[in-house]
């Protein structure tokens, strides 16, 4: 039988060992009862109120220490205890009014130090802009960087054609830079509404076959609206996300593709444990070097997320997308599905395995080769490990992709090995 | 006749399961800083001191110079002001699924630290002019008069709705605001930040002086 995890945790226990956290619960509910009969036994309070901060419910060990105070307020230890767990729960306002109190009486230097390291905590905390930089580079293997075709004789209208060797997969090694700039704006509004701006850009350089290098510039803003409960509804903690983005893609220098997408995201929580999303986008595409491509795509998608009590993360994605391009043949549907599986493995080790399908379909057939359908899978399986510090992240990635296409020169398929760090620790905040 | 007295033994029953459902001991006065009593079911008026039991129904009050905390027996824990008074309306609580419902009506000054039962349901607290529904948290209740304010100090969610203006309903997600309905016909007050000022005068009213 699976152990019950703790129902009454505000934050992670500090205890890690899920035994030691069963047999310490069993304990605490034994100092609770013995609690109901002697309400103010010191020793009982201070017990419970640790063993409750130990198993991360620190609403427990609040009341108890406020309990206290209606006796004797000049306790400037449990004043600095209570402001300390006010500000781990992120309740500022009245950690502040517990650390700034502590001052007021004649506490021992190492106490107002913490007093003081806690206050200058809550001012970078309550700031309204957090900045984060993260810089990441890695090595790709590729089996096929040129985007070969991989057969000896294809067909084209009818007639068969030797691939020549050049033309088919060849491997490579790319390099590549990305770097991320990230703003989230707190609206210190009563429903926690924020905006997520995002800058990245990308660069692909590859060894050999450099006229597929490509770099990337995106840019992007969120506007996240919590909207109130309903109790009629079957979401709780809905939220609405607005998002409008652009991106431009150069290949081998050369401008390809620019794109202006818009995004409307509804997410509730059907249980405590599962999410889910719709959505619809609208995005304009241009393509630079072939402005029959060019056109809009207006979509669907759909998601579920399901978390277990092993923290085991499990997503499904929809999406049904519609292209319309300036030249009819141009213009296709496409269903996709995603599953995604993401794990943390401990000591720093996290896992994530995904999976997806796509079938896109034209509409119209092509000059010569005639109607076009395709589909696309993929596999991807990653292993990421944090540094102590949680500055650091090196990510291992095997990824397969499979084209396949009713025109054989666009069947193909690729095997990436990819090595990636990434550094996360360039954050600063400036203040309202 | 035979039917007349099972009618009678039937209401009897039921009577007798009410009552004693309505003398369930559901949890303790923890702290009792002078004058707090008990107005009991047969409206007699007891003194609490720390440790007296705490029954569903019952209304305990402090005087002037009163304070007191109670702690209920799924860990939920309220701290009463001077001047105020709290009667628990309704408390299930099932220990082995750590469910149930908590509903108490209140004047003066209330805080709520929310144990098991409002991780999953919201705590309703009841007073003349509005209810406010905590769920997975602490607020801090205070009425003058018609007047009734709720501080949302921790937690997921807090909603106030005006008593008869229940289309007013207000929620707060972000913890760090106040919200005020000045009397039960009115709509809820634009949420105001929670200032130090303001949660150290709510403050006053919960310890020793």
Known sequence: ?432 | MMKLLKISIFILALLLAQFSAAKEEIGVASAVNKNTTDLTLEEERKLVQAGYKIIQNHTLETDAIGRAALLLIDGTSFSIGPNSSVTLDKFIYNPETAEGSLEVSSRGLLRLVGGKVTKKRPALIRTNSATVGIRGGITIVQTQGLSTSAAFVYGDELTMTPNQNSSAATSLIENGFVVTVEDPTDEVSEPQQLSETFLAELQKGLEAR
Request: hydrophobic fraction near 35%; charged fraction near 20%.
């Open chain 1, 1 to 432: 039988m699976g152990m019950q995890p703790v129902v009454s945790s505000n934050v992670a226990p500090a205890l890690t060992d899920p035994e030691l956290i069963e047999q310490t619960d069993l304990e605490r509910e034994k100092i609770f009862a013995a609690l109901i009969d002697d309400p103010t036994n010191l020793d009982f309070l201070f017990k419970y109120a640790n063993l409750s901060i130990l198993l991360g419910d620190l609403e427990a060990a609040i009341s108890v220490f406020e309990q206290m105070l209606i006796y004797e307020p000049d306790l400037p230890r449990i004043r600095l205890e209570l402001g300390v767990l006010y500000f781990r729960l992120n309740a500022y306002p009245s950690a502040k009014l517990y650390l700034n109190s502590v001052k007021k009486y004649d506490a021992p230097d190492e106490v107002l130090k913490k007093v003081d390291a806690f206050l200058g905590s809550i001012v970078e905390a309550e700031k309204d802009y957090f900045h984060q930089h993260i810089l990441s580079m890695g090595l790709t293997r590729s089996s096929n960087a040129n985007s070969g075709i991989d057969d000896d004789i294809i067909e084209i209208a009818g007639f068969p054609l030797t691939v020549p060797d050049s033309s088919k997969p060849q491997g490579d090694i790319t390099k590549n830079f990305r770097y991320t700039y990230t703003l989230k704006q707190d609206l210190n509004h009563p429903m926690g509404d924020n905006v997520n701006y995002v800058v990245a850009l990308t660069d692909q350089r590859l060894d050999t076959y450099s006229q597929f290098d490509t770099s990337s510039i995106v840019t992007s803003a969120t506007r996240t609206f919590n909207l109130e409960g309903n109790p009629t509804s079957i979401f709780s903690r809905p939220s609405l996300d607005a998002s409008i983005t652009g991106f431009m893609v150069l290949l081998a220098d050369k401008s390809l593709l620019s794109s202006q997408k818009y995004d409307l995201t509804f997410t509730g929580a059907l249980t405590d444990s599962l999410v889910f999303s719709i959505g619809g986008f609208h995005d304009q595409r241009k393509f630079l070097i072939n402005d029959l491509k060019s056109g809009y795509i207006n979509g669907l998608a759909l998601s579920n997320s399901y978390i277990s009590d092993s923290n085991i993360l499990t997503e499904f994605e929809y999406e049904y997308s519609k292209y319309n391009a300036k030249a009819s043949y141009e213009t296709y549907q496409s269903n996709s599905f995603g599953l995604n599986i993401t794990s943390a493995l401990g000591r720093g080790w996290g896992f994530k395995a995904s999976l997806s399908h796509a079938k896109k379909s034209h509409f119209a057939d092509f000059p010569i080769f005639g109607k076009r359908k395709e589909e696309i899978n993929s596999a991807n399986i990653e292993f990421s490990k944090a540094s102590s510090d949680n500055c650091l992240f090196a990510s291992y990635r095997v990824a397969k992709n499979d084209n396949r296409s009713s025109i054989e020169i666009y069947s193909r398929s690729n095997l990436q090995v990819t090595a990636d760090f990434s550094y996360v620790c360039l954050v600063n905040d400036s203040s309202s």
